[in-house]
């Protein structure tokens, strides 16, 4: 099933859309997910960090997974994120993910914990021994408080022929940097970066996808970045990057990912309320917010 399978363009770590109750909202979920199709994107991501994956259970993943494969309909790849602390539970949420019918997962490092780069190995290890589907290693050190050396990297594409690439959060462009450098010669990994400021960079350097917070709310901007750098208008691809910077930025007036969902909440899809204790933005925080939406083209 990992034969051949390249992760490129841009990705969209969705949201996951909550009602009051903190139930989560599949109706708006569909509507998040058709925007996105409409727009252009090249994949969609769900229960990443973006979607809350810490705060949902087993069931409502499913839920979540299941949704978004009925409602992509075979038009893009779906990838999941299939995180958790302990190997045993990442292992169990990627067998789910593959019984619902997701064409790759992603699987961050494990959080709390401090596990060792051998560890870090046996654990990657042994998820990918695990399923047939293709794998991403997430590395999110500032999130996380464990990266992934380039080394364990290196050793985990050459081992598993089904680990193929690795999403790169870090906001370190000398790691993302040598993460490509050192599986270049590697046909079937790929690098796909993670911060949405440093996108162009990534494709320049040789990344061949990223996986963006920001397309949630302006896919169109985000895809034109890597349509017009896969045109050759460099140019163009670097206006589309600047045009994206001031949202990434935004990101600061609230506890992520409130500042998203209430992004899209202004430009009038649905995403509900980010789970507690996480709260919604102030007033103040709100009026920047429209500031830069508006600067941007995505309001009236």
């Not at 680990?163 to 906001?171: A, E, T, V």
């Amino acid at each position: 099933m990992y034969k051949n399978f390249v992760p490129r363009g841009i990705i969209p770590a969705l949201v996951t859309p909550l009602k009051n109750s903190e139930e989560v909202d599949l109706v708006s979920l569909r509507k998040l997910i058709r925007y996105q199709l409409d727009n252009g994107v090249h994949g969609i991501f769900v229960i990443g960090s973006t979607g809350e994956f810490y705060a949902l259970s087993m069931e409502e993943k499913q839920k979540l997974i299941e949704a978004t494969v009925d409602e992509v309909a075979g038009k893009i790849p779906v990838y999941a994120g299939t995180n958790d602390i302990t190997t045993r539970e990442s292992i169990q949420l990627t067998k789910m993910a593959e019984r619902c019918g997701v064409d790759a997962v992603s699987v961050l490092t494990p959080m709390f914990i401090s596990p060792s780069p051998k560890e870090l190995y046996t654990h990657y290890k042994a998820i990918a021994e695990s399923t047939d589907l293709p794998i991403i290693l997430y590395n999110n050190s500032p999130r996380t408080g464990v990266g992934i050396p380039v080394d364990t990297c290196v050793k985990l594409a050459t081992d598993c022929q089904n680990i193929i690439g690795i999403k790169d959060s870090s906001g370190d462009f000398t790691l993302t940097g040598e993460y490509i450098r050192r599986t270049r010669h590697l046909s079937h990994f790929h690098v796909l970066q993670g911060r949405d400021t440093q996108i162009l960079a990534g494709f320049v350097y040789g990344a061949t996808g990223a996986i963006a917070a920001c397309a949630n709310v302006a896919p169109a901007i985000v895809v034109d970045i890597y349509e017009k750098y896969m045109q050759g208008d460099l140019q163009g691809a670097l206006e589309a990057q600047y045009a994206l910077a001031p949202l990434r930025l935004a990101f600061s007036l609230g506890t992520f990912p409130s500042v998203i969902k209430e992004a899209l909440h202004m430009i009038g899809i649905p995403a509900g309320i980010t789970t507690a204790p996480c709260g919604p933005l102030t007033d103040e925080e709100r009026a920047q917010l429209q500031k830069v939406l508006l600067g941007m083209g995505l309001l009236a």
